[in-house]
């Protein structure tokens, strides 16, 4: 590293400079280590950070297939559960759905991603992979041209200059990658031909053995607590209840947050969605008396903010 032209900036460089240590940016960084390719990869967060947030819970079979394929996937086939039924409920009753029965018969692994960012963070390192912890991206400079470099801030706040010949914006949508991207640059876009099934869960006695989500920060809710469970049932109302203090956020109108927020009076909320669905969701935490406890945020529920739980 030398010092810049105007002595301001530190200067860096790697062949790929890889911004985000969430699972997308170190995959890339594995494969490009595998590969011999000279990376870096800048992760804002602290590495005790990374590795205990806690975010997804649910491995599709085509992820653990490309995991597998790379040779990622040791601990979720050590540790991870399968799975391949849940339960919906409405207010004419539930029914159980076996999905791992029906089309091609697959499955889902239950692994939670902090684990998994674990396991690939461990190999990137072991394999002589580069990282840099607490080092933000502020942004990333002529994106489009022959000397993208990225600019950034490290832990001690002082500015760092890297340049790359590739840069990989895995910084999650409201990352800097996204941000410099210049208005009129190509984008290719890969439609999966899927979608996300969001349910407002609601009270109901549950007709099989009950896994119930928690909110702590180790497990998002997503994933049975019960390791002999194998599908996931929502109760919401039975919730185990954590500790006064941590923020609780949410997307939907707001009822799964009511929810939470009625049964532990001790708690604040932020409601994280789209500005339009603030008033309805005002109305719905005022009618549940707690609208008093929630803050609202402008995002998408993957944008969990710092210290939140689901
Ligand atoms: C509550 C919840 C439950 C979910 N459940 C599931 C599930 O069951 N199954 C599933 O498949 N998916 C699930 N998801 C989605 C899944 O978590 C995301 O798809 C996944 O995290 C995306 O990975 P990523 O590496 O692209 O981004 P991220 O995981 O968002 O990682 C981005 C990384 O970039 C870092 N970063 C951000 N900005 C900067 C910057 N300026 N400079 C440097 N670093 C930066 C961040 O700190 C982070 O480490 C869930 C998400 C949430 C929030």
Not at 34 to 62: H, M, Q, W, Y
Not at 179 to 203: I, K, T
Not at 247 to 259: F, K, P, Q, V
Request: hydrophobic share 35%; glycine share 12%; aromatic share 4%.
């Amino acid at each position: 590293m030398a010092e810049d032209q105007n002595g301001l900036a530190s200067r860096a460089s790697a062949d790929v400079v890889v911004l985000g240590a969430g699972p997308a940016g170190l995959v890339l960084g594995n494969l490009l280590v595998a590969a011999g390719i000279d990376c870096v990869v800048l992760e804002r967060a602290t590495r005790s950070r990374i590795r205990a947030r806690a975010k997804a819970g649910f491995l599709a079979p085509n992820t653990v297939r490309i995991l597998d394929r790379h040779g990622l996937a040791d601990g979720l086939h050590r540790d991870g559960r399968s799975h391949g039924a849940c339960e919906f409920r409405t207010p004419d009753g539930g029914f159980r759905l076996e999905y791992g029965d029906l089309g091609r018969g697959e499955r889902h692994t239950v692994y939670p991603q902090q684990n998994l960012v674990t396991d690939l963070l461990e190999r990137y390192v072991d394999a002589g992979g580069q990282i840099r912890f607490s080092t933000e991206a502020l942004a990333v400079h002529d994106a489009d041209g022959t000397h993208p470099h990225v600019s950034a801030r490290e832990p001690d706040g002082r500015p760092v200059r890297w340049d790359a010949r590739y840069v990989a914006g895995c910084d999650g949508r409201h990352g800097a990658a996204r941000r410099s991207l210049p208005p009129d640059a190509v984008r290719h876009h890969h439609d999966h031909g899927v979608s996300r099934l969001a349910c407002s869960p609601r009270p109901r006695p549950a007709s099989t053995p009950s896994a119930t989500p928690s909110t702590t920060a180790a497990s998002p809710g997503t994933w049975p607590a019960d390791p002999r469970s194998r599908a996931t049932t929502w109760s919401v109302d039975a919730v185990p209840l954590p500790t006064p203090g941590p923020r609780s956020a949410s997307g939907t109108n707001g009822e799964l947050l009511g929810r939470i927020l009625t049964a532990c009076p001790s708690l604040r909320g932020t409601l994280i969605e789209r500005p339009h669905a603030f008033e309805a969701a005002r109305r719905s935490l005022g009618s549940m008396e707690c609208g008093a406890r929630c803050d609202y945020r402008s995002g998408d529920f993957a944008d969990v903010p710092h210290g939140g739980d689901v």
